[in-house]
């Protein structure tokens, strides 16, 4: 979490930097801009997925199932 944590601040900072570059006319702002929305919505979906993945294989508490009763 620390190295996402790191890269998450890199891409922030390339992200702004993109950003007004851009609209102050740069072609490479744009650039840059754009890669930087790409790695941070990609590095969010790899860690969700990791995080999702963690969670379904740990192991799971027993409980006893409810029983079932017929309201008729």
């Known amino acids: 979490m620390r190295i996402w944590a790191w890269i998450d601040s890199l891409v922030l900072i390339a992200f ?3 950003f007004y570059a851009a609209v102050f006319g740069s072609r490479l702002g ?3 801009f754009l ?3 790409v790695v941070r919505i990609t590095g969010h979906l790899v860690i969700g ?3 999702y993945w963690r969670t379904m294989c740990r192991e799971w508490p027993h ?3 409810v029983p079932f009763f017929d309201d008729d």
Do not use: Y
Request: a negative charge; hydrophobic letters at 60%; zero cysteines.
């Open 16 to 18: 702004i930097a993109g």
């Open 30 to 32: 744009g650039w840059i």
């Open 35 to 37: 890669g930087a929305v």
């Open 49 to 51: 997925g990791i995080a």
């Open 63 to 65: 409980v006893e199932p």
